[in-house]
């Protein structure tokens, strides 16, 4: 079963304006990653917070985790036409943390 | 770096015949990941290696599935005899987790289409 469950599944914006995307899962982790995958792609590594961490910046993202309510938002700021794509949240356990378990992830569409 | 290449990009066979999917990871990384990826399924963790021993392959769905790991260069996913419900895209990743790194970095996948 996912570990992750994004939310929305799907979003739709006008470009310029701010996408925030959500992520949940199960159990205790050890950190929570974000990835990107364009159409016809692979993934591609986006930004990690470590589960003392409770907000980390990267550009025009911020990750927020919060381990109480086991929940990680991902917010892009000044969206663009170039940030269509999906975006998928990843857990690593403490145990076995070299493996991630991931969402289902978020189709973002960004209208020009 | 070119970063992790996989081989071939597409690959349409018919039911019944083996199928070979090739990955190259990231010189220096120590562990390689191969996943698959469906509509219906998401993405799903199929086996992992570390410095090519494998390490978890409890996401492998069934004896028809086998990988291996010759050499720090170089890994195979075999499936035989393929089906359709095989049909999804393949993807090899590579992380050097023991440095600390614990992102993956991702190859450009396998589309493999079972008639």
């Known amino acids: 079963s996912q570990q992750g469950e994004e939310d929305p599944q799907a979003l739709s914006i006008q470009e310029g304006e701010n996408a925030t995307m959500n992520c949940s899962y199960k159990?205790?982790?050890?950190?929570l990653q974000w990835y990107r995958q364009n159409s016809g792609r692979g993934l591609v590594h986006l930004i990690l917070?470590?589960?003392?961490?409770r907000e980390k910046h990267s550009g025009r993202l911020r990750v927020t985790l919060d381990t109480s309510k086991k929940s990680s938002s991902l917010l892009i700021t000044a969206s663009r036409a170039a940030d269509t794509a999906s975006y998928f949240c990843a857990t690593a356990t403490f145990f076995g943390n070299e493996k991630l378990t991931f969402g289902t992830g978020t189709r973002l569409t960004i209208i020009p | 770096d070119a970063g992790v290449i996989q081989s071939p990009r597409h690959e349409v066979t018919e039911m019944g015949q083996e199928v070979t999917l090739r990955c190259k990871p990231i010189?220096?990384?120590?562990?390689l990941f191969w996943y698959r990826q469906t509509m219906m399924r998401g993405l799903e963790l199929l086996i992992y290696?570390?410095?090519?021993?494998?390490?978890?392959d409890s996401g492998m769905p069934e004896d028809r599935f086998s990988a291996k790991m010759p050499n720090a260069s170089f890994s195979t996913l075999k499936i035989q005899p393929s089906e359709p419900r095989d049909s999804a895209v393949y993807f090899c990743?590579?992380?050097?987790?023991?440095?600390?790194?614990?992102?993956?970095?991702f190859g450009p996948g396998t589309r493999l289409t079972v008639t």
């Open positions: 990743a590579s992380s050097f987790w023991t440095g600390g790194r614990y992102e993956q970095y």
């Open positions: 159990t205790s982790i050890n950190n």
């Open positions: 010189s220096g990384h120590d562990y």
């Open positions: 917070i470590r589960s003392n961490e």
């Open positions: 290696f570390n410095n090519n021993v494998p390490i978890d």
